[in-house]
């Protein structure tokens, strides 16, 4: 069983990365001490002007336990629509939400940025996890997943890795994407002589 952080947690992180030299704005102070209210119990803390802080923290700490349950981040789409829960759906529109919000503050910025649920970039965080799982995969085994493996997870991570590979074959890669894919592909026999 994984250990995940709590939001009491998350948040103690978010006021180690606070800049020292710099003063909490009145919006930020605000969900930080919303914030603290949650997390230590005390959440009878809804003012008027801080209904709206309850309510994005209250939803950040439901898309964090819902990744706490699934291992996974919410998602608002799949392709057959009617098995996604409601609640899912919400959480993963409330997502795209926040990385479109031009009105976040700076404290629900670094609050996102430390939260395990969420990514400024979900199709990036995707790519490199899979990378860095066949990485490990070469590492461990000694060569790339296989299409052919009866192991559904090795099966499913050699699928993306022939799909990247026919991408970078179509020179549609990105730079950065084609340098590690071809870093992946590098031979064998490196790999081999690391490990002995």
């Not at 606070?18 to 605000?30: G, H, I, M, N, V």
């Not at 996890?129 to 991570?157: I, W």
């Not at 990247?164 to 081999?192: F, I, K, N, P, V």
Request: with cysteine; net charge positive; aromatic share 8%.
């Amino acid at each position: 069983m994984h250990e995940y952080p709590t939001p009491a947690q998350l948040h103690q992180r978010v006021l180690a990365l606070w800049p020292a030299d710099s003063e909490w704005d009145a919006r930020s102070s605000l969900r930080s001490s919303v914030e603290a209210a949650v997390v230590t119990g005390v959440a009878e803390l809804h003012p008027k002007d801080g209904r709206r802080a309850a309510n994005w923290i209250g939803t950040l700490h439901r898309h964090e336990q819902f990744w706490r349950d699934q291992e996974r981040s919410p998602r608002e789409k799949t392709r057959n629509a009617s098995t996604l829960p409601d609640e899912e759906r919400w959480l993963g529109e409330w997502s795209r939400y926040q990385r479109r919000s031009t009105l976040l503050v700076r404290y629900q910025i670094i609050r996102l940025d430390v939260s395990p649920s969420f990514s400024w970039d979900p199709q990036q965080s995707a790519w490199i996890a899979n990378y860095e799982a066949c990485s490990r995969h070469k590492r461990m085994n000694g060569s790339l997943p296989r299409l052919t493996s009866a192991d559904r997870d090795q099966f499913v991570l050699a699928r993306w890795l022939d799909r990247q590979l026919g991408q970078l074959r179509a020179g549609a890669l990105s730079h950065r994407r084609a340098r590690l894919l071809r870093e992946l592909l590098a031979d064998r026999s490196q790999t081999q002589i690391r490990e002995r």
